[in-house]
Protein backbone atom coordinates (compact mmCIF):
# COMPACT_ATOMS: atom_id res chain seq x y z
CA UNK A 1 0.00 0.00 0.00
CA UNK A 2 1.11 3.74 -0.67
CA UNK A 3 2.05 6.11 2.23
CA UNK A 4 -1.16 7.90 1.41
CA UNK A 5 -3.19 5.66 2.46
CA UNK A 6 -1.70 5.03 5.51
CA UNK A 7 -1.51 8.94 5.88
CA UNK A 8 -5.66 8.99 5.13
CA UNK A 9 -6.06 6.30 7.31
CA UNK A 10 -4.08 8.24 10.15
CA UNK A 11 -6.18 11.14 9.63
CA UNK A 12 -9.17 9.43 9.87
CA UNK A 13 -8.94 8.04 12.99
CA UNK A 14 -7.77 11.11 14.57
CA UNK A 15 -10.21 13.43 13.14
CA UNK A 16 -13.03 10.32 14.70
CA UNK A 17 -11.57 10.61 17.89
CA UNK A 18 -11.22 14.23 18.28
CA UNK A 19 -15.16 14.50 17.16
CA UNK A 20 -16.05 11.89 18.98
CA UNK A 21 -14.20 14.30 22.00
CA UNK A 22 -15.36 17.46 20.73
CA UNK A 23 -18.98 15.85 21.40
CA UNK A 24 -18.76 14.55 24.37
CA UNK A 25 -18.96 17.67 26.60
CA UNK A 26 -19.58 16.12 29.58
CA UNK A 27 -16.25 14.35 29.33
CA UNK A 28 -14.33 17.45 28.45
CA UNK A 29 -15.72 19.42 31.26
CA UNK A 30 -14.97 16.48 33.70
CA UNK A 31 -11.50 16.06 32.49
CA UNK A 32 -10.84 20.08 34.15
CA UNK A 33 -13.13 19.99 36.92
CA UNK A 34 -10.82 17.65 38.43
CA UNK A 35 -7.55 19.00 38.33
CA UNK A 36 -8.95 22.89 38.54
CA UNK A 37 -10.59 21.03 41.92
CA UNK A 38 -7.00 19.86 43.04
CA UNK A 39 -5.30 23.28 41.70
CA UNK A 40 -7.64 25.90 43.50
CA UNK A 41 -9.07 23.97 46.31
CA UNK A 42 -6.94 21.48 48.15
CA UNK A 43 -3.54 23.29 46.87
CA UNK A 44 -4.54 25.75 49.96
CA UNK A 45 -4.16 22.97 52.24
CA UNK A 46 -1.56 21.51 51.14
CA UNK A 47 0.03 24.84 50.91
CA UNK A 48 -0.74 25.91 54.92
CA UNK A 49 0.83 22.65 55.54
CA UNK A 50 3.85 22.72 53.38
CA UNK A 51 4.83 26.63 53.00
CA UNK A 52 6.67 26.84 49.69
CA UNK A 53 7.81 23.96 47.57
CA UNK A 54 11.04 23.40 45.48
CA UNK A 55 10.93 23.53 41.89
CA UNK A 56 14.23 21.25 40.34
CA UNK A 57 14.73 23.44 37.60
CA UNK A 58 16.22 25.95 39.50
CA UNK A 59 16.19 24.59 42.49
CA UNK A 60 14.08 27.73 44.03
CA UNK A 61 11.16 28.11 46.09
CA UNK A 62 8.00 28.60 44.51
CA UNK A 63 4.38 28.31 44.88
CA UNK A 64 2.80 25.46 46.10
CA UNK A 65 -0.06 25.97 42.99
CA UNK A 66 3.06 26.32 40.90
CA UNK A 67 4.49 23.41 41.75
CA UNK A 68 2.19 20.79 41.12
CA UNK A 69 0.56 22.11 38.08
CA UNK A 70 2.78 19.76 35.77
CA UNK A 71 1.88 16.70 38.11
CA UNK A 72 -2.26 18.14 37.25
CA UNK A 73 -1.07 17.98 33.56
CA UNK A 74 0.38 14.61 34.15
CA UNK A 75 -3.26 14.11 35.91
CA UNK A 76 -5.32 15.15 32.68
CA UNK A 77 -3.07 12.77 30.32
CA UNK A 78 -3.40 9.66 32.50
CA UNK A 79 -7.20 9.90 32.81
CA UNK A 80 -7.42 10.48 29.26
CA UNK A 81 -5.17 7.92 28.43
CA UNK A 82 -7.69 5.62 30.57
CA UNK A 83 -10.83 7.07 29.20
CA UNK A 84 -9.50 6.50 25.42
CA UNK A 85 -8.61 2.89 25.95
CA UNK A 86 -12.08 2.60 27.62
CA UNK A 87 -13.69 3.84 24.58
CA UNK A 88 -11.63 0.61 22.85
CA UNK A 89 -13.14 -1.51 25.04
CA UNK A 90 -16.59 -0.46 24.23
CA UNK A 91 -15.56 -0.31 20.60
CA UNK A 92 -14.66 -4.06 20.72
CA UNK A 93 -17.90 -5.16 22.63
CA UNK A 94 -19.70 -3.24 19.91
CA UNK A 95 -17.67 -4.58 17.06
CA UNK A 96 -16.56 -1.48 15.12
CA UNK A 97 -13.03 -2.04 16.91
CA UNK A 98 -12.97 -5.68 15.17
CA UNK A 99 -14.07 -3.64 11.70
CA UNK A 100 -10.91 -1.35 12.34
CA UNK A 101 -8.40 -4.29 13.15
CA UNK A 102 -9.17 -6.30 10.23
CA UNK A 103 -8.40 -3.68 7.46
CA UNK A 104 -6.21 -4.04 5.12
CA UNK A 105 -3.23 -2.03 7.25
CA UNK A 106 -0.56 -3.19 9.94
CA UNK A 107 -2.30 -3.74 13.04
CA UNK A 108 0.38 -1.76 14.95
CA UNK A 109 0.05 0.86 12.60
CA UNK A 110 -3.80 1.40 13.42
CA UNK A 111 -3.28 1.23 17.12
CA UNK A 112 -0.37 3.80 17.24
CA UNK A 113 -2.85 6.31 14.86
CA UNK A 114 -5.67 5.07 17.91
CA UNK A 115 -2.92 6.44 20.35
CA UNK A 116 -1.79 9.31 18.32
CA UNK A 117 -5.43 10.52 18.64
CA UNK A 118 -5.82 10.15 22.06
CA UNK A 119 -2.52 11.81 23.10
CA UNK A 120 -4.00 14.82 20.48
CA UNK A 121 -7.42 14.90 22.45
CA UNK A 122 -4.88 15.02 26.13
CA UNK A 123 -2.94 17.62 24.71
CA UNK A 124 -6.01 20.05 24.05
CA UNK A 125 -7.01 19.24 27.30
CA UNK A 126 -3.93 20.37 29.05
CA UNK A 127 -4.00 23.59 27.32
CA UNK A 128 -7.51 24.23 28.06
CA UNK A 129 -6.68 23.87 32.07
CA UNK A 130 -3.30 26.08 31.52
CA UNK A 131 -5.49 28.54 29.95
CA UNK A 132 -7.68 28.68 32.76
CA UNK A 133 -4.80 28.26 35.50
CA UNK A 134 -3.18 31.58 33.61
CA UNK A 135 -6.40 33.52 34.41
CA UNK A 136 -5.41 32.71 38.44
CA UNK A 137 -1.81 33.90 38.53
CA UNK A 138 -0.60 30.28 37.96
CA UNK A 139 1.85 31.07 35.29
CA UNK A 140 5.20 29.66 33.65
CA UNK A 141 7.46 31.57 31.03
CA UNK A 142 5.49 32.12 27.74
CA UNK A 143 8.22 29.85 26.09
CA UNK A 144 7.42 27.19 28.74
CA UNK A 145 4.37 26.73 27.31
CA UNK A 146 6.10 25.97 23.69
CA UNK A 147 8.96 23.44 25.06
CA UNK A 148 6.35 21.78 27.14
CA UNK A 149 4.92 20.27 24.23
CA UNK A 150 7.48 17.93 23.24
CA UNK A 151 7.07 16.35 26.86
CA UNK A 152 3.30 16.34 26.50
CA UNK A 153 3.18 14.45 23.60
CA UNK A 154 5.87 11.58 24.85
CA UNK A 155 3.81 11.24 28.37
CA UNK A 156 0.62 11.32 26.33
CA UNK A 157 2.18 8.25 24.48
CA UNK A 158 3.47 6.77 26.94
CA UNK A 159 0.29 6.78 29.42
CA UNK A 160 -2.07 6.16 26.61
CA UNK A 161 0.34 2.85 25.50
CA UNK A 162 -0.33 1.99 29.18
CA UNK A 163 -4.42 2.43 29.14
CA UNK A 164 -4.22 0.52 25.75
CA UNK A 165 -2.26 -2.20 27.00
CA UNK A 166 -4.90 -2.57 30.04
CA UNK A 167 -7.61 -1.95 27.32
CA UNK A 168 -6.03 -5.52 25.58
CA UNK A 169 -5.93 -7.74 28.84
CA UNK A 170 -9.56 -6.74 29.83
CA UNK A 171 -12.46 -8.58 28.35
CA UNK A 172 -15.68 -6.81 29.80
CA UNK A 173 -16.32 -2.52 30.11
CA UNK A 174 -17.62 -2.94 33.74
CA UNK A 175 -14.56 -4.84 34.38
CA UNK A 176 -12.25 -1.98 33.18
CA UNK A 177 -13.52 1.14 35.14
CA UNK A 178 -12.65 -1.01 38.16
CA UNK A 179 -9.17 -1.49 37.28
CA UNK A 180 -8.79 2.18 35.94
CA UNK A 181 -8.91 3.22 39.69
CA UNK A 182 -6.63 0.79 41.02
CA UNK A 183 -4.01 2.01 38.16
CA UNK A 184 -4.48 5.79 38.49
CA UNK A 185 -4.35 6.89 42.08
CA UNK A 186 -1.58 4.63 43.14
CA UNK A 187 0.29 6.00 40.06
CA UNK A 188 -0.82 9.50 40.98
CA UNK A 189 0.14 9.54 44.51
CA UNK A 190 3.06 7.45 44.46
CA UNK A 191 4.48 10.00 42.28
CA UNK A 192 6.53 13.47 42.09
CA UNK A 193 3.37 15.04 41.38
CA UNK A 194 2.20 16.50 44.63
CA UNK A 195 5.22 16.38 46.28
CA UNK A 196 9.32 16.52 45.42
CA UNK A 197 11.35 13.53 45.77
CA UNK A 198 12.87 15.23 48.63
CA UNK A 199 9.43 15.64 50.55
CA UNK A 200 8.59 12.06 50.01
CA UNK A 201 11.78 10.64 51.15
CA UNK A 202 11.73 12.39 54.82
CA UNK A 203 8.27 10.52 55.30
CA UNK A 204 8.73 7.09 53.82
CA UNK A 205 11.71 5.17 52.18
CA UNK A 206 9.67 2.25 50.64
CA UNK A 207 7.62 5.61 49.06
CA UNK A 208 10.54 7.49 47.95
CA UNK A 209 11.74 4.44 45.71
CA UNK A 210 8.35 3.35 44.28
CA UNK A 211 7.89 7.23 43.66
CA UNK A 212 11.58 7.43 42.07
CA UNK A 213 10.69 4.62 39.68
CA UNK A 214 7.05 5.56 38.72
CA UNK A 215 6.54 5.93 35.14
CA UNK A 216 4.35 8.50 36.16
CA UNK A 217 6.75 10.48 37.94
CA UNK A 218 9.04 10.49 35.19
CA UNK A 219 6.34 11.97 32.83
CA UNK A 220 5.90 14.54 35.56
CA UNK A 221 9.24 15.43 36.01
CA UNK A 222 10.03 15.54 31.89
CA UNK A 223 6.75 17.86 31.50
CA UNK A 224 8.13 19.89 34.97
CA UNK A 225 11.48 20.76 33.69
CA UNK A 226 10.06 21.44 29.92
CA UNK A 227 7.68 24.07 31.33
CA UNK A 228 10.76 25.48 32.46
CA UNK A 229 12.77 25.30 29.32
CA UNK A 230 14.91 22.48 31.07
CA UNK A 231 15.71 19.07 29.44
CA UNK A 232 15.44 16.15 31.71
CA UNK A 233 17.36 13.61 29.88
CA UNK A 234 16.86 11.21 32.36
CA UNK A 235 12.91 11.49 32.69
CA UNK A 236 12.93 11.57 28.37
CA UNK A 237 14.94 8.54 28.44
CA UNK A 238 12.52 6.49 31.09
CA UNK A 239 9.18 7.45 30.08
CA UNK A 240 10.45 6.65 26.21
CA UNK A 241 11.44 3.62 27.52
CA UNK A 242 8.52 3.06 29.24
CA UNK A 243 5.95 4.12 26.11
CA UNK A 244 8.08 1.29 23.88
CA UNK A 245 7.10 -1.73 26.63
CA UNK A 246 3.85 -0.62 27.29
CA UNK A 247 3.09 -0.33 23.42
CA UNK A 248 4.84 -3.11 22.71
CA UNK A 249 3.27 -5.05 24.92
CA UNK A 250 -0.26 -3.36 23.57
CA UNK A 251 0.33 -4.38 20.09
CA UNK A 252 1.09 -8.25 20.94
CA UNK A 253 -1.44 -8.13 23.84
CA UNK A 254 -4.66 -6.95 19.96
CA UNK A 255 -2.53 -9.96 18.16
CA UNK A 256 -4.89 -12.33 17.35
CA UNK A 257 -2.60 -15.18 17.27
CA UNK A 258 -0.63 -13.98 20.37
CA UNK A 259 -2.09 -11.93 22.61
CA UNK A 260 -4.90 -11.79 24.54
CA UNK A 261 -7.56 -11.26 21.92
CA UNK A 262 -7.23 -15.21 20.96
CA UNK A 263 -8.86 -15.90 24.21
CA UNK A 264 -11.73 -13.55 23.49
CA UNK A 265 -12.69 -14.81 20.59
CA UNK A 266 -11.17 -11.71 17.99
CA UNK A 267 -10.65 -8.38 17.65
Avoid at 2 to 7: D, N, R, S, V
Amino acid sequence: MKAAHYLRAMQGIIARELWRFLRQRERFIAALVRPLVWLFIFAAGFRAALGIAIIPPYETYIMYEVYITPGLIGMIQLFNGMQSSLSMVYDREMGSMRTLLVSPLPRWFLLTSKLLAGTAVSILQVYTFLLIAWFYDVEAPLAGYLTLLPALILSGLMLGALGMLLSSVIKQLENFAGVMNFVIFPMFFMSTALYPLWKIEESSELLFNLAQYNPFSQAVEFARFALYQQFNGEACLYTAAALVIFLSLAILGYNPSKGMMKRKGGG
